[in-house]
């Protein structure tokens, strides 16, 4: 079952949660995020598939999307509704192997990429990074513009993602975007639901 409750995705780097990583990951389900997007991307597939059994069981319970990152077999064995993918990847996949998935995002950074990704199939695209983030410490921001020039040139979804949070999602929201992505926030906060609040409120 697919139901968005919200705008709010979360991208997951269990290198940047201090706590137990399962907690955290049901901690987020619980405030009914539009989708958890199991990145983890440095895993080895096996253990990435041990994990997203679990994160996937976890999501279920709140009736939320976990949405599985880069390893399409995993993805199709776990059968899992929504997949995430670097272009390169979506470039490369299968046609049929998309049949697999209702969801099928992919990250962007340019007008050229979230054209190619809707072509492509995508239901959905990420654009950034918007705002400096420590994630891409040393690489400037795209900025604003950047994201209003992506939103403009596709009609599926764009979600903003890079140095979003409660101070600048309204920001993201104005220049088109449907939403926003947030991962060091979402692993980092100490009270994850007031955060998802102050996201709401300030959208």
């Known amino acids: 079952m697919i139901i968005f409750m919200s705008d709010i995705i979360c991208v997951t780097n269990r290198a940047l949660c ?21 990145r983890e991307k440095d895993m080895e597939e096996a253990k990435y598939r041990a994990l997203a ?12 999307t976990c949405i599985l990152h880069s390893f399409i077999e995993t993805s199709i064995q776990l059968k899992a509704e929504a997949i995430h993918l670097p272009m390169h990847v979506l470039r490369s996949m299968d046609e049929n192997k998309k049949k697999n998935f209702k969801i099928v995002g992919a990250s962007c950074h340019s007008v050229d990429e979230a054209k190619e990704a809707e072509s492509l199939g995508c239901t959905y695209i990420t654009a950034g990074h918007v705002f400096a983030t420590d994630c891409k410490k040393g690489v400037a921001p795209r900025g604003l513009d950047f994201l209003r020039n992506v939103c403009k040139s596709v009609s599926i979804p764009v979600y ?3 140095g979003i949070s409660e101070r600048n999602i309204a920001e993201v929201i104005d220049a088109g975007a449907k939403g926003a ?6 692993m980092k906060c ?8 102050e996201l709401k409120v300030n959208k």
Request: aromatic fraction near 6%; proline fraction near 2%.
């Open 181 to 186: 992505c947030i991962m060091s926030g979402f």
């Open 18 to 38: 201090e706590d137990d990583f399962l907690e955290r990951i049901e901690k987020i389900a619980s405030c009914r995020p539009k989708g958890i997007i199991l």
């Open 53 to 64: 059994a679990q994160a996937i069981g976890i999501c279920s319970k709140y009736d939320v």
């Open 190 to 197: 100490s009270d994850v639901k007031a955060m998802m609040k």
């Open 160 to 162: 903003a993602i890079g």
